[in-house]
């Protein structure tokens, strides 16, 4: 076997897997030639677009409407919001020159688009019959890391962000939290990811936030990916931009803003929470390809029939809505397509040869079964259909299962949390002062980070983990991407 | 009447008509503070994302799949083929400082991704059984643009372009062929937008094409919109990039490749094919409301069975697939609604008062059409169903016709031609010799281009319609966006 063709087992490296799953299946490329930046390829491309499907009906039905900003803001514009200037700036992009000119004032490359719509909300918002205003983008932003990694964190990553503006506080704290449900809900009903929902700590959230709320998710190192974030940005960027409307009582008041995203980071969190040894293991719901029919024909006067066989059985699949490929390549033998298509996760795989046709039979094989089955032909659709609903459903609840047996409650004291993070990653719920000097050293001795405190969940049951004061929440302490 | 609501007449000023319809219709507006930039507003960019979903099933169906690129590409890239590096480089913006650091080689935000897809498609292509490699991107793309006008240029645009590579010429050339005919049915059967497919001269051609091909339209002004491409990019940049493959023979040879691309400047010609004095009019296949419900009710006491029977309607247009809209605003009268939608290019509105249900009836007034009708409630989906087919023929007959009725086919010599040019704008179908100096005197003198030979009629008729010497193509000149 050709050394670029090796996935590393999981068990001997979880980075190098990781890299080599996601090369495997050939999803995206590092693009060493643009510093920290990757091309995604078709086969990950295919993927964002479900992810982008799924999502944007769900933006849809919850009454927002896509638009399109600048890629370039100018760069005062950073410095307008205090926060967000201190978070962002030393991470931006700067266009200096265009058009053959040195620009009197330069651009910065967006690394999120608060300021820029802020500008823009002031322009169109009037009056209360303006609001709420609720736009979402789908774009690449800009970032310019020191550290990169395939989907999880690069230079350029693609991503949506929600940016709305409301009358009053409580409403807009309620599309904080109806965006961070879209968001769960996805995470586990279309990813077949788990989630715990959560609130940043006043030192993990957004630059620019009043507070930030988090989809926190497992990955099967133990480590916790944030997958997505819904701010409460209060009247910060309003005051900033001057972004009023005329009230009710004809009274002038700043709006009260909110956004929210998730980035191409997920396909980075999908790999993590259900891939193998053997490649990519993708749920269903967000799998190009669902079932792959595969001839297996050795002699030159079966293959006629074989072929029609297959071609048949890929026109009642594709007709009852599954995404299905038949591999007709006649240059690779069928163990090769086998090892190509669980490496790129397909969800199944259909054999078809002349002693299947014999039999009246076709043979199938899970991407996740230890199994192949033998079904007969006209139950072919309806075992293929179930196959992929039940799992759907194994992902979520395998995932489920190991985070739940990954998170540590009974952590007692300091040394029990470093002992515990010096030789292994899992998710720690413990609870917390609320101090930031302990979220400091926690962080520092360490490297695990508080990751939220749990919307559910987060009453203290004794004293604090790290300097033994009152508890004040419960919370998720962890390693993280 | 608001000065800002205005419509100009087109028979006033065309130029000021065409911005007053994009306002009045809210779809976009100048972003000044990103010099050439505009801001797609949500109705504007719902119109993309129809024409997105129209031409990305085409490309699928045709073997495409789509990837991404990076935004950025070394300066270097750029100067890799020489033609390319003529074209581009005097209108690229370039980002030299990021992460707070000069960079050691700046980078050049994509004008068009040629480059650094070739450089990809080097690393990925090996053998002739990679190829075809047929991959598209949707992304936005920066050229620095001097004189801007909304979605027809400006500095930053939304596009898709599509890159394919192929072992033989012959098959690159039909994949050329076959994108345009993709782009002219869109155009003709989506857009309802007329348009002439024809090969650009030498001096029109994409900057490192061997040759380009387009769709050339008629807006209501008699100027010509080059509304989408597609070029024979030869070995071009596969010499430039060395994208080298072994052919079935085992010999390495250079890669034949194709790009094409539509924009955002489609929008600009829907607008300028079909709207008129009262706003815009869309086809019903990309406008993102096609029917409007407007309860007309004075009467408190009347508001719930008109409201029931609003909603009853609407679930049954919903149901039967029709993008319906129920305007159920209280602060506005049914005229500043009517008003409004009309503005907005929705292509019909249904009135529904007290009266109209004691007469078990609708009232149905399309955008196009010069009457109100009457339509008995049973009928309503039957009769809104048929107006949305009626109207989205009848928009490209219109405009076929407005087209042919404004090419003059009967310039006999310069003089004709220049006397037309100075005092109209139409299409001249002339001949020409095919020489870049008579290509050169028409532009400077008359400012009209040759659009195109077209594919169908290019045979000459007669001599040089500029020097009178042999005519070698029949061509479409006009005055152009």
Request: hydrophobic residues 40%; contains cysteine; positive net charge.
């Given at each position: 076997m050709d050394d670029k063709e090796v996935i590393t087992p999981r068990s001997k490296d979880y980075s190098q897997w990781y890299l080599d799953v996601v090369r495997a299946a050939d999803m995206a490329e590092v693009a060493e030639v643009v510093k920290g930046c990757m091309v995604i390829k078709p086969h990950g491309y295919a993927i964002w677009e479900k992810i982008q499907r799924e999502l944007d009906d769900r933006f849809k039905a919850t009454g927002h409407h896509n638009a399109y900003f600048p890629l370039l803001i100018p760069e005062s514009f950073m410095r307008k919001e205090a926060d967000h200037v201190e978070g962002f700036a030393p991470e931006v992009a700067v266009v200096t020159h265009a058009g053959g000119k040195k620009l009197e004032e330069p651009y910065v490359i967006r690394p999120t688009s608060e300021t820029i719509i802020g500008y823009f909300f002031a322009k169109w918002i009037e009056s209360w019959r303006d609001l709420p205003l609720?736009?979402?983008?789908?774009?690449?932003?800009?970032?310019?890391?020191?550290?990169?990694?395939?989907?999880?964190r690069t230079g350029e990553f693609l991503w949506q962000e929600g940016h709305t503006a409301h009358d009053n506080h409580e409403e807009a704290k309620e599309e904080v939290m109806r965006m961070l449900d879209v968001y769960a809900d996805f995470a586990e009903n279309v990813m077949a990811m788990p989630v715990i929902k959560g609130q940043k700590s006043e030192h993990e959230k957004f630059a620019g936030a009043v507070s930030t709320f988090c989809i926190e998710a497992m990955m099967q190192d133990g480590k916790a990916l944030q997958a997505g974030t819904s701010h409460d940005l209060g009247q910060n960027f309003g005051k900033a931009f001057d972004v009023t409307f005329q009230n009710k009582e004809g009274k002038l008041d700043y709006v009260w803003q909110t956004s929210w995203g998730v980035s191409t980071r997920l396909i980075g969190g999908l790999i993590m929470t259900h891939s193998d040894d053997n490649g990519l293991v993708l749920p269903p719901k967000l799998a190009p390809i669902q079932a792959v029919i595969i001839p297996v024909c050795q002699k030159e006067a079966d293959k006629e029939r074989v072929m029609a066989a297959a071609n048949a059985l890929f026109s009642e699949l594709k007709g009852a809505g599954v995404a299905v490929k038949l591999d007709d390549r006649d240059y690779l033998r069928p163990g090769a397509k086998y090892y190509e298509w669980e490496r790129k996760g397909v969800?199944?795989?259909?054999?078809?040869?002349?002693?299947?046709?014999?039999?009246?039979?076709?043979?199938?094989?899970?991407?996740?079964?230890?199994?192949?089955?033998?079904?007969?032909?006209?139950?072919?659709?309806?075992?293929?259909?179930?196959?992929?609903?039940?799992?759907?459903?194994?992902?979520?609840?395998?995932a489920k299962a190991y985070r739940d047996a990954n998170i540590v409650s009974d952590i007692a004291d300091y040394k029990g949390l470093s002992d515990l993070f010096a030789k292994e990653n899992k998710f720690v719920y413990a609870n917390w002062c609320g101090s930031p000097a302990c979220e400091a050293k926690i962080q520092e001795e360490n490297k695990a980070t508080i990751r939220c405190i749990p919307l559910i969940g987060s009453e203290p049951t004794g004293p604090c983990?790290?300097?033994?004061?009152?508890?004040?929440?419960?919370?998720?302490?962890?390693?993280?991407?």
């Open positions: 609720k736009v979402n983008q789908w774009a690449n932003v800009m970032r310019w890391e020191m550290r990169t990694r395939l989907f999880l969800c199944l795989r259909i054999e078809l040869g002349p002693k299947d046709l014999d039999k009246n039979q076709v043979v199938i094989k899970g991407r996740i079964a230890e199994k192949k089955e033998f079904i007969p032909r006209e139950n072919a659709l309806n075992v293929v259909l179930n196959m992929l609903a039940d799992m759907q459903k194994e992902l979520l609840s395998r983990v790290c300097c033994g004061g009152e508890g004040k929440h419960r919370v998720y302490i962890a390693k993280s991407y």
